[in-house]
Structure formats: structure tokens, C-alpha cells
């Protein structure tokens, strides 16, 4: 699993894996279990959200951790739509046991660049003051976005994924500026916690599927999501 650890770092490891889902051990590689547990480390002695933007390639990739709560993607995804960054990529990975931290890598660009040192400090500065209640995200997108405009052509649906044993929400909608935010913040009108998720963007559409707790960390009932994914697809639709 940690080629090169000693064993007591191995089963330091093994007991931080225990708080993520079944899945999380086979799917993911022991690099990206051994940064997050490092990430989670770095969360517990500064005590604040773990945030750092850096030029990766021809994009920036935003590394985010902290404790996972149903506002926080529509926080961030709210600072990212009013900065105009186009999402390229998200890997979101999210302990469904105490501590029930988040561990998320954006990559971003903005112009079809990687953000400047300029924008990159601005974005950090934002994401950091949305989340201690000092910025309001809402009135920065409204200079900028119809908020209350629907999106395109969305479908909505869920179901128990028979491999991650995980309720799941697919969520299809044509691609629009602002349109991440919006799925994020009816996630947050339904108090749902986000636990995994995959992106595709193709041919002019946005796909999401996000894996998902229930408003108390618990398991969603088939009966309970359906009715989610009809109140997600009425919201989205405005």
C-alpha cells in the first residue's frame, strides 16, 4: 500500500483510511492517500481550512481540505464563477466517519491560462473570507450572473451505486458560466454532504455525479432520493 513507510506510519495510515468510504483503499493510489493524510495533518495544526493554488502545466490546481459541511462547495465554487475561472477537472474525496474532512483538487484556468500570481492571491483571500462569514459570494456573482436564470436541458437522477455501495446524484445540464455554483448551492438548499464525485464535460455538456450523505451523515433511502433528484432538477431549472 506505502511502499518505503515504516509501520508505524503504515498504520497510522490505515486507521486515517478507516473514516472514508469502502471504495476509497482500492481506487485511489497510495500517493494521493499519503498527501491527504499529510493535508490532514497540516489541517490540525493551523486549525483552518487548508487552502493553496499552484501552477500546474497550462492550469492551476487548487488544493482544498477541511471539514466537510453542505455549504462549502457553494462557497467555493461561488468564488470560482465570480473570478471567471473555467473548471477543467475535480477530484473530491470525503471521510464519511469522524473527522468527516474533505479533501478536493480543482484544476482551473482563467483565459484559458493559469492564473497569475495576482488572481491566485485574490481567489485564496476570497474562498478564505466566504468561509469565515465575511464575504458575501452571493453579492459578487449578482453583478455577474442572473442567479435566479435556470439552466439548460438538465436531468436529473438517483440511485445506490452497486460499486461504492454510496447514494449517488447525476446531475446533466448544458454548459452555462455559473453553472457549478449552481448545482453546489441547491446541494446546500438540500443539506447534503458531497463524499465523492466525477466531472465529464463534453460536446457542449456538463455531467456530475455526486455521491452523497444525508442532512445527519446518514445513508440516503431510494424512496428519499428520488424526490432529491426531482427538487434538484425544479431548482436547477429556476
Not at 12 to 28: C, I, W
Not at 109 to 121: F, W
Not at 151 to 157: A, S
Request: hydrophobic share 45%; with cysteine.
Amino acid at each position: 500500500m506505502a511502499a518505503g513507510l515504516n509501520p508505524a506510519a503504515v498504520e497510522l495510515l490505515k486507521r486515517f483510511n478507516r473514516a472514508f468510504p469502502q471504495f476509497y483503499e482500492q481506487f485511489v493510489s497510495s500517493e494521493i492517500q499519503l498527501q491527504n493524510l499529510r493535508l490532514a495533518y497540516r489541517l490540525y495544526k493551523q486549525k483552518q481550512a487548508v487552502l493553496a493554488i499552484k501552477p500546474e502545466g497550462t492550469k492551476s490546481a487548487l488544493h482544498f481540505v477541511y471539514r466537510n459541511q453542505s455549504f462549502l462547495l457553494s462557497d467555493i465554487f461561488g468564488v470560482l464563477a465570480a473570478y471567471g475561472l473555467t473548471i477543467h477537472n475535480l477530484s473530491l474525496y470525503g471521510q464519511i466517519y469522524p473527522p468527516t474532512l474533505v479533501f478536493i483538487k480543482l484544476l482551473v484556468s482563467r483565459d484559458g491560462k493559469a492564473l497569475s500570481p495576482k488572481t491566485t492571491d485574490s481567489v485564496c483571500r476570497a474562498i478564505q473570507a466566504t468561509l469565515a462569514g465575511t464575504f458575501e459570494v452571493e453579492e459578487m456573482l449578482s453583478v455577474e450572473f442572473n442567479l435566479n436564470a435556470g439552466l439548460e436541458r438538465v436531468t436529473t437522477d438517483f440511485y445506490i451505486d452497486p460499486v461504492f455501495h454510496l447514494p449517488a446524484l447525476l446531475i446533466e445540464a448544458d454548459n452555462q458560466p455559473g453553472l457549478f455554483y449552481k448545482v453546489m448551492y441547491a446541494i446546500w438548499q438540500e443539506d447534503l454532504l458531497v463524499v465523492n464525485a466525477n466531472l465529464l464535460v463534453w460536446r457542449g455538456r456538463t455531467r456530475l455525479i455526486l455521491y452523497l450523505l444525508g442532512p445527519n451523515g446518514n445513508l440516503i433511502p431510494d424512496y428519499l432520493g428520488q424526490k432529491i433528484a426531482e427538487g434538484m432538477r425544479y431548482r436547477l431549472m429556476g
